[in-house]
T-cell receptor
Framework: EAQVTQNPRYLITVTGKKLTVTCSQNMNHEYMSWYRQDPGLGLRQIYYSMNVEVTDKGDVPEGYKVSRKEKRNFPLILESPSPNQTSLYFC???????????FGSGTRLTVV | QKEVEQDPGPLSVPEGAIVSLNCTYSNSAFQYFMWYRQYSRKGPELLMYTYSSGNKEDGRFTAQVDKSSKYISLFIRDSQPSDSATYLCAMSARGDDKIIFGKGTRLHILP
Protein backbone atom coordinates (compact mmCIF):
# COMPACT_ATOMS: atom_id res chain seq x y z
CA GLU A 1 0.00 0.00 0.00
CA ALA A 2 1.31 3.45 -0.98
CA GLN A 3 1.76 5.45 2.16
CA VAL A 4 3.66 7.93 4.26
CA THR A 5 4.50 6.56 7.69
CA GLN A 6 5.26 8.80 10.65
CA ASN A 7 6.37 7.78 14.10
CA PRO A 8 5.51 8.24 16.83
CA ARG A 9 1.81 9.14 16.58
CA TYR A 10 1.80 10.77 20.01
CA LEU A 11 4.68 12.20 21.98
CA ILE A 12 4.88 14.10 25.25
CA THR A 13 8.28 15.47 26.11
CA VAL A 14 9.93 18.06 28.32
CA THR A 15 11.44 21.37 27.30
CA GLY A 16 14.96 21.01 25.96
CA LYS A 17 15.02 17.26 25.42
CA LYS A 18 16.05 16.51 21.84
CA LEU A 19 13.63 14.44 19.82
CA THR A 20 13.25 13.06 16.31
CA VAL A 21 10.04 12.35 14.44
CA THR A 22 10.61 9.85 11.66
CA CYS A 23 8.94 9.89 8.25
CA SER A 24 9.18 7.29 5.52
CA GLN A 25 7.44 6.96 2.15
CA ASN A 26 7.27 3.92 -0.15
CA MET A 27 6.24 5.67 -3.36
CA ASN A 28 9.69 6.73 -4.58
CA HIS A 29 8.57 10.35 -4.42
CA GLU A 30 11.05 13.13 -5.07
CA TYR A 31 9.49 15.76 -2.83
CA MET A 32 8.97 15.51 0.91
CA SER A 33 7.75 18.12 3.30
CA TRP A 34 6.98 18.74 6.95
CA TYR A 35 3.98 20.77 8.08
CA ARG A 36 2.62 21.79 11.42
CA GLN A 37 -1.08 22.34 11.92
CA ASP A 38 -2.39 24.64 14.63
CA PRO A 39 -5.96 25.79 15.33
CA GLY A 40 -6.70 29.00 13.48
CA LEU A 41 -3.37 28.93 11.66
CA GLY A 42 -3.90 26.02 9.30
CA LEU A 43 -1.07 24.05 7.74
CA ARG A 44 2.30 25.78 7.78
CA GLN A 45 5.31 24.37 6.01
CA ILE A 46 8.39 23.84 8.16
CA TYR A 47 10.93 22.37 5.73
CA TYR A 48 10.82 20.65 2.40
CA SER A 49 13.15 18.55 0.30
CA MET A 50 13.24 18.26 -3.47
CA ASN A 51 15.57 15.28 -3.48
CA VAL A 52 18.32 13.52 -1.55
CA GLU A 53 20.61 16.01 0.17
CA VAL A 54 18.47 18.95 -1.06
CA THR A 55 16.43 20.69 1.63
CA ASP A 56 15.09 24.18 2.09
CA LYS A 57 13.24 26.24 4.67
CA GLY A 58 9.51 26.62 4.60
CA ASP A 59 7.50 29.28 6.40
CA VAL A 60 8.29 28.34 10.02
CA PRO A 61 11.73 26.64 10.15
CA GLU A 62 12.97 28.11 13.45
CA GLY A 63 13.72 25.45 16.04
CA TYR A 64 13.64 22.55 13.56
CA LYS A 65 16.17 20.60 11.55
CA VAL A 66 15.75 18.04 8.79
CA SER A 67 17.93 15.74 6.76
CA ARG A 68 17.39 13.74 3.56
CA LYS A 69 20.11 11.12 3.33
CA GLU A 70 17.89 8.58 1.59
CA LYS A 71 15.04 9.20 -0.80
CA ARG A 72 12.43 7.44 1.33
CA ASN A 73 13.24 9.03 4.71
CA PHE A 74 12.86 12.61 5.94
CA PRO A 75 13.21 12.91 9.72
CA LEU A 76 12.26 16.05 11.63
CA ILE A 77 14.58 16.95 14.49
CA LEU A 78 13.83 19.26 17.40
CA GLU A 79 17.17 19.91 19.06
CA SER A 80 15.74 21.79 22.04
CA PRO A 81 11.94 21.63 22.02
CA SER A 82 9.94 24.44 23.58
CA PRO A 83 6.25 24.61 24.55
CA ASN A 84 5.43 26.74 21.47
CA GLN A 85 6.34 23.71 19.35
CA THR A 86 3.37 21.83 20.78
CA SER A 87 1.42 21.04 17.64
CA LEU A 88 0.17 18.43 15.20
CA TYR A 89 2.88 17.57 12.69
CA PHE A 90 2.42 16.06 9.25
CA CYS A 91 4.95 14.63 6.87
CA UNK A 92 3.97 14.55 3.21
CA UNK A 93 5.46 13.44 -0.08
CA UNK A 94 4.70 13.96 -3.76
CA UNK A 95 6.09 13.11 -7.14
CA UNK A 96 7.77 15.43 -9.62
CA UNK A 97 5.59 17.59 -11.78
CA UNK A 98 2.10 18.41 -10.68
CA UNK A 99 0.63 16.14 -8.06
CA UNK A 100 -0.88 16.72 -4.71
CA UNK A 101 0.80 15.66 -1.52
CA UNK A 102 0.19 12.34 0.19
CA PHE A 103 0.14 12.97 3.91
CA GLY A 104 1.07 10.80 6.85
CA SER A 105 -1.33 10.26 9.74
CA GLY A 106 0.27 12.92 11.90
CA THR A 107 2.29 13.19 15.10
CA ARG A 108 0.74 15.00 18.01
CA LEU A 109 3.58 16.54 20.00
CA THR A 110 3.20 18.09 23.43
CA VAL A 111 6.16 19.90 24.99
CA VAL A 112 5.78 20.63 28.70
CA GLN B 1 -4.40 40.32 1.97
CA LYS B 2 -3.71 36.65 2.62
CA GLU B 3 -2.75 34.56 -0.39
CA VAL B 4 -5.57 32.08 0.18
CA GLU B 5 -8.72 32.75 2.19
CA GLN B 6 -11.22 30.15 3.29
CA ASP B 7 -14.17 30.51 5.64
CA PRO B 8 -13.47 28.29 8.67
CA GLY B 9 -17.12 27.45 9.28
CA PRO B 10 -18.43 25.32 10.79
CA LEU B 11 -20.94 24.71 8.05
CA SER B 12 -23.87 22.47 9.02
CA VAL B 13 -26.24 21.12 6.37
CA PRO B 14 -28.85 18.35 6.35
CA GLU B 15 -28.09 15.02 4.73
CA GLY B 16 -28.85 15.02 1.02
CA ALA B 17 -28.26 18.74 0.54
CA ILE B 18 -25.82 20.24 -1.95
CA VAL B 19 -22.78 21.68 -0.22
CA SER B 20 -20.73 24.55 -1.61
CA LEU B 21 -17.24 25.18 -0.23
CA ASN B 22 -15.19 28.11 -1.48
CA CYS B 23 -11.79 29.76 -1.46
CA THR B 24 -10.55 33.05 -2.76
CA TYR B 25 -6.97 33.84 -3.62
CA SER B 26 -4.88 36.85 -4.49
CA ASN B 27 -1.99 35.44 -6.56
CA SER B 28 -2.99 35.48 -10.22
CA ALA B 29 -0.07 33.13 -10.99
CA PHE B 30 -1.83 30.18 -9.35
CA GLN B 31 -2.75 27.57 -11.95
CA TYR B 32 -3.01 24.32 -9.99
CA PHE B 33 -5.91 23.97 -7.59
CA MET B 34 -6.57 21.19 -5.14
CA TRP B 35 -9.10 20.15 -2.55
CA TYR B 36 -8.16 18.03 0.43
CA ARG B 37 -10.44 16.34 2.95
CA GLN B 38 -9.27 15.86 6.51
CA TYR B 39 -11.11 13.68 8.99
CA SER B 40 -10.58 14.25 12.68
CA ARG B 41 -7.21 12.93 13.90
CA LYS B 42 -6.14 12.02 10.35
CA GLY B 43 -3.88 13.51 7.72
CA PRO B 44 -5.36 15.45 4.79
CA GLU B 45 -6.15 13.33 1.73
CA LEU B 46 -6.26 14.66 -1.81
CA LEU B 47 -9.81 14.74 -3.08
CA MET B 48 -9.53 16.46 -6.44
CA TYR B 49 -7.23 18.68 -8.41
CA THR B 50 -7.68 20.86 -11.48
CA TYR B 51 -5.44 22.82 -13.76
CA SER B 52 -6.34 26.37 -14.78
CA SER B 53 -10.01 27.27 -15.19
CA GLY B 54 -13.07 25.12 -15.64
CA ASN B 55 -14.90 22.30 -13.94
CA LYS B 56 -13.95 18.79 -12.97
CA GLU B 57 -16.39 16.17 -11.77
CA ASP B 58 -15.73 12.99 -9.79
CA GLY B 59 -18.79 11.17 -8.58
CA ARG B 60 -20.66 13.42 -6.16
CA PHE B 61 -17.86 16.00 -6.15
CA THR B 62 -17.38 18.89 -8.59
CA ALA B 63 -14.44 21.29 -8.47
CA GLN B 64 -14.83 24.64 -10.17
CA VAL B 65 -12.22 27.30 -10.86
CA ASP B 66 -12.93 30.89 -11.89
CA LYS B 67 -9.56 32.50 -12.49
CA SER B 68 -11.06 35.82 -13.53
CA SER B 69 -12.61 36.16 -10.07
CA LYS B 70 -9.78 34.30 -8.28
CA TYR B 71 -12.38 32.01 -6.78
CA ILE B 72 -12.56 28.23 -6.50
CA SER B 73 -15.39 26.03 -5.32
CA LEU B 74 -16.06 22.45 -4.34
CA PHE B 75 -19.61 21.18 -4.64
CA ILE B 76 -20.79 18.02 -2.93
CA ARG B 77 -24.08 16.57 -4.18
CA ASP B 78 -26.30 14.28 -2.12
CA SER B 79 -24.20 14.96 0.97
CA GLN B 80 -23.73 12.10 3.43
CA PRO B 81 -22.81 12.07 7.14
CA SER B 82 -19.53 10.46 6.07
CA ASP B 83 -18.70 13.72 4.25
CA SER B 84 -18.38 15.45 7.63
CA ALA B 85 -14.76 16.60 7.74
CA THR B 86 -12.58 19.64 7.27
CA TYR B 87 -12.02 20.61 3.64
CA LEU B 88 -8.85 22.44 2.69
CA CYS B 89 -8.24 24.17 -0.59
CA ALA B 90 -4.69 24.37 -1.89
CA MET B 91 -3.01 25.91 -4.88
CA SER B 92 0.32 26.50 -6.59
CA ALA B 93 1.66 28.50 -9.50
CA ARG B 94 3.71 25.78 -11.15
CA GLY B 95 3.28 22.08 -10.67
CA ASP B 96 6.56 21.68 -8.86
CA ASP B 97 6.66 24.56 -6.46
CA LYS B 98 5.28 25.44 -3.09
CA ILE B 99 1.67 24.56 -2.38
CA ILE B 100 -0.31 27.14 -0.41
CA PHE B 101 -3.12 25.80 1.76
CA GLY B 102 -6.27 27.48 2.97
CA LYS B 103 -7.04 27.09 6.66
CA GLY B 104 -9.92 24.72 6.01
CA THR B 105 -13.71 24.72 6.40
CA ARG B 106 -15.31 22.38 8.94
CA LEU B 107 -18.36 20.69 7.45
CA HIS B 108 -21.05 18.84 9.41
CA ILE B 109 -23.66 16.79 7.58
CA LEU B 110 -26.64 16.28 9.85
CA PRO B 111 -28.43 12.89 9.55
Amino acid sequence: EAQVTQNPRYLITVTGKKLTVTCSQNMNHEYMSWYRQDPGLGLRQIYYSMNVEVTDKGDVPEGYKVSRKEKRNFPLILESPSPNQTSLYFCASRDQGFSGYTFGSGTRLTVV
Amino acid sequence: QKEVEQDPGPLSVPEGAIVSLNCTYSNSAFQYFMWYRQYSRKGPELLMYTYSSGNKEDGRFTAQVDKSSKYISLFIRDSQPSDSATYLCAMSARGDDKIIFGKGTRLHILP
